[in-house]
């Protein structure tokens, strides 16, 4: 296994690697060192220019073993969410098949192994508040705004919803 991190101005991101996948990711609102090395600079440089505005986090390849069906249909259905769009977590839970499971949905948005892969932070409140995040509501704001969205008195202001 080897790691790399990359940092934010508000947080790092910190990636594991195994047999050239990336099979989980950390958030902390701390700001580290990046690092990365000959094995993780692929990854490191991807989420580097996902940083800059580009959409590139669907070419990172990954490994994920889904706890139960319910978790794929979200994470699949999650996966779905393109770059600079926002879904709330009732429409999510409907678009995997169960329209009244918006909590369950919130759950496995917690519980996400691989956010930014599984782009969680792309997931808000029915009102159109950002809501919470694994790495803090300032990296979810900051993610939200490379991917042009707006947001003011921490509310989507401007979207793309889908």
């Known amino acids: 296994m080897n790691t790399f991190i990359v940092s934010t101005p508000v947080g790092s991101i ?15 609102n701390e ?3 990046d690092v990365y090395d ?16 580009k959409d590139v986090l669907n070419e990172i390849p ?5 706890k139960n069906e319910f ?12 770059f600079g769009h ?14 009244n499971a918006a909590r369950a949905v919130g759950s496995v948005m917690a519980k996400n192994k691989i956010p930014l892969i599984f782009p969680c932070h792309r997931v808000i409140k029915n009102n159109g508040h ?15 705004k490379i991917e042009g969205l707006k947001i003011e008195n921490d509310k989507i202001v401007r979207c793309n919803k889908l």
């Open 130 to 144: 950002v809501g919470k995040y694994g790495g803090g509501e300032d990296l979810k704001r900051y993610l939200l």
């Open 71 to 82: 978790e794929e249909r979200v994470l699949t259905e999650l996966k779905n969410v393109k």
């Open 14 to 28: 910190i990636g594991y690697i195994n047999n050239n996948k990336i099979f989980r990711i950390d958030l902390t």
């Open 31 to 33: 700001i580290l060192e």
């Open 38 to 53: 000959e094995y993780t600079a692929d990854f490191y440089y991807k989420i580097k220019e996902y940083l800059s505005g």
């Open 62 to 66: 990954y490994e994920i073993n889904f």
């Open 86 to 99: 926002v879904v709330s977590y009732k429409e999510l839970a409907i678009k995997a098949g169960y329209p």
